[in-house]
């Protein structure tokens, strides 16, 4: 039997003892002060009645909590666990498998461990993540012309109507609607600041975003609208080379993003984005030079809008945009990874250019 979660006195047992085999699985939520934190976190504990627990990331920020400062709820715990990184290597292999409890059980792991790995690292478990894929393989096979009930029978699904409710949950779309239609693959992107969810087409990346960003279903959806493709899980050409840039982003070694981008911007947010790719990294600018940039000097609120819409983080930073006054201000994926960016550039920078001479500084 797969684990169920306490009731909320024994998690709240739990969050004052610092149980760390809690860790990952649940959240606790402080009313009063408006953040969500581990379980282990070592801050000051709040009282019982000011606490609420959640099964996910998600489920935290959609009480309007927001992460923890002390124990960083949203950073990644490392390296993928040996069960999560075997298993992930089994789905890719037969990513048609219709895997159950007893699979796992028979590979020799524990369903509850396995489950309680994957929601830690990913928000879902193994068995919802293998069915996401047995459904991307079905909309794959009917963007290409296959039928409704070909792809089903390929799926494994013996009901008509629960793998059409399965692709309407994946994609929004019925079935007999996505054929022929164009296909866009989505896959997560481990970084030392969280996953990443990059969508793209067999050409150019679409999307690049945390995967706990707020706004990340409204921006899937205008993907949606802006493009008319249907979305897949799995990886292709473009999202494989953003994945190799980041790594050597993240490991200091280049800031150099070539993948080629599909921006579904106005022709000003356009505009605003490929001014946001000429800052330098280890440098910041100030809404008002932005502006002063583009010959809009009156366009400081337009160009905040421009930098919030755009969805392609890091690859285009938008983290290099700051207040007057130089503070940290407007970044989805948080303001603790907007700092963390700022200092690996600077650092980054300095390591491998020495000291800077000029530097769009705020005024």
């Not at 609420?52 to 990331?57: A, E, I, K, L, Q």
């Not at 159950?100 to 068995?127: C, H, M, N, Q, W």
């Not at 699904?157 to 989505?186: C, H, N, T, W, Y």
Request: proline share 6%; with cysteine.
């Amino acid at each position: 039997m797969l684990f169920q979660r306490p009731d909320d006195d024994t998690l709240y047992q739990a969050l004052m003892a610092r149980d760390s085999g809690y860790d990952g699985f649940v959240y606790a939520g402080v009313t009063t002060t408006g953040v969500f934190c581990r379980i282990t976190c070592p801050a000051r504990k709040p009282k019982r009645e000011n606490v609420t627990f959640h099964d996910t990331v998600a489920q935290c920020f959609e009480a309007g909590l927001r992460p923890c400062k002390r124990c960083r709820p949203l950073a990644p715990s490392g390296e993928a666990e040996p069960v999560v990184a075997t298993l992930l290597e089994a789905l890719d292999r037969a990513p048609g498998r219709r895997w159950s409890e007893d699979d796992i059980a028979r590979v020799g792991y524990d369903p509850s461990t396995v489950r309680r790995a994957f929601k830690r690292r990913y928000g879902i478990s193994f068995l919802e993540m293998a069915r996401l894929r047995r459904v991307a393989l079905a909309v794959e096979n009917i963007a290409g012309g296959a039928s409704v009930i070909e792809a089903q029978q390929e799926a494994g699904f013996s009901s008509g109507s629960g793998f059409r409710d399965a692709v309407a949950r994946l994609i929004g779309e019925a079935p007999r609607q996505m054929r022929g239609k164009a296909l866009l693959r989505a896959d997560w992107i481990e970084t030392p600041i969280g996953t990443m969810v990059a969508i793209a087409d067999d050409h150019a990346l679409h999307l690049l975003e945390f995967l706990e960003r707020t706004a990340l279903p409204a921006e899937i959806r205008k993907l949606h609208k802006a493009t008319g493709s249907t979305i897949a899980m799995g990886s292709n050409g473009p999202i494989e080379q953003t994945r190799n840039e980041l790594a050597a982003y993240f490991a200091g070694h280049a800031d150099h993003f070539r993948t080629r981008l599909a921006t579904h911007g106005t022709p000003f947010e356009r505009r605003v984005w490929e001014t946001l790719r000429t800052i330098p990294p280890g440098t910041v600018m100030n809404y008002a030079r932005l502006a002063a940039a583009l010959d809009r000097p009156d366009a400081s609120r337009a160009v905040g809008r421009a930098n919030g819409a755009n969805q392609f983080a890091i690859v285009i930073p938008c983290h290099r945009v700051v207040a007057a006054n130089g503070s940290l201000v407007g970044y989805g994926g948080g303001l603790w990874r907007k700092r963390w960016l700022l200092e690996h550039e600077k650092l980054m920078f300095q390591n491998h250019l020495g000291p800077l001479e000029t530097c769009h500084a705020p005024e």
